[in-house]
């Protein structure tokens, strides 16, 4: 971001603003999709820019993934160009698949890295502050893009707020953040690890089921879930699509979860295909769409394979960053779509 002091205009001190996440933007159709993925998805975000106005909204904030692979085609961009540029002002962070490699150094070379220098979005980066003001009330925005150590390295550095320079504070994260431990096959990061964070309210995405408001110790932490459903599991058939409506004032948070306009889950997605094992078959699916939008390794197991040889090997932490950061720029150059 350019900028670290935002003014704003009204007559009050309350800021208003959405929050949503994990749109996937893709010409693609996902395997579990029988619609037209891309109209579909693009509806949604029209649908939020209609709400930002209506709400009178001072800005809107994303929690990464934007796209589904960070080189969609300039034809995808461009229809998504056409309707992030009604917004007021976007304030995000990048998800793992705007990225090559999981590698947020390289996002110059994205799509989202475009659409960031070309004015359609504003990135935050990790240790960067913005501090917004509204007549007396100052808001301070941190945020964390996600990163091939995400949820694995310096899980208090990526979550916890550790100083707020403002009447109150929004951390925005794109991380694994759940209530507690639901498998333990996944790397998760659960609010009790995080609850001594001084930022009032944390938003998070990349868990697409989401999670209601959480409130401990006056702070909030949630995740509306993913703008898309790309998996045919019987909980998106039946999840409810929508965006984090939120005012925030001196005393006072409030969020309101306001659902979008959608087909019902046996309308758009297609479960012929699903395995007995639920879990194996939210899995494959990821694994799968990747594969087919991507055309080469999907990022986040080649990522934990070198993770897991290196720790077999006590290779040092320099090392590991090293052969990450090869890897992702192999991955940039094999891209193509």
């Known amino acids: 971001m350019d900028y670290n002091n935002l003014t704003l205009k009204g007559n009050d001190s309350v800021i208003r603003t959405l929050f949503f996440t994990d749109v996937h933007i893709s010409g693609r159709n996902p395997r579990s999709r029988k619609d037209n993925f891309l109209d579909t998805v693009l509806d949604k975000l029209s649908q939020i820019k209609d709400i930002s106005n209506n709400r009178n909204c001072d800005f809107v904030l994303f929690g990464g993934d934007l796209f589904d692979n960070p080189s969609v085609s300039n034809a995808v961009a461009g229809r998504t160009a056409k309707i992030l540029r009604y917004f007021n002002r976007i304030i995000g962070v990048a998800g793992n698949h705007d990225l090559f490699g999981n590698n947020i150094d390289n996002i110059k070379s994205t799509q989202l890295g475009l659409f960031e220098k070309a004015g359609l979005i504003d990135l935050m980066y990790k240790g960067e502050k913005l501090i917004i003001t509204k007549n007396d009330f100052t808001l301070q925005i941190t945020g964390t893009p996600s990163h091939f150590g995400i949820d694995h390295d310096d899980i208090k550095e990526d ?91 001196k005393n006072d948070i409030k969020l309101e979860f306001i659902p979008l306009k959608q087909e019902k889950g046996e309308d758009v997605l ?63 150059s094999l891209s193509s779509e």
């Open 159 to 249: 979550y916890v707020v550790d100083t707020v320079n403002a009447d109150k504070a929004i951390h925005i994260i794109h991380g694994m953040l759940m209530e507690k431990q639901l498998n333990p096959h996944m790397t998760v990061v659960t609010i009790d690890q995080i609850k001594e964070t001084k930022s009032d309210l944390t938003l998070t995405g990349h868990y697409h089921a989401g999670f209601d408001p959480i409130q401990i110790d006056g702070k909030y932490f949630t995740n509306p879930g993913s703008l898309s459903r790309v998996s045919s599991d019987r909980t998106e058939m039946k999840r409810k699509v929508g965006v984090l409506y939120i005012e925030i004032s």
């Open 270 to 332: 297609d479960r012929s295909h699903i395995e007995s094992s639920q879990y194996k078959e939210i899995q494959i699916e990821e694994f799968m769409r990747e594969i087919k939008v991507a055309s080469t390794i999907e990022s986040m197991d080649i990522t934990s394979i070198v993770k897991k040889i290196a720790t077999n090997k006590e290779l040092e932490k320099e090392v590991v960053d090293y052969a990450l950061t090869k890897l992702s720029i192999a991955e940039e």
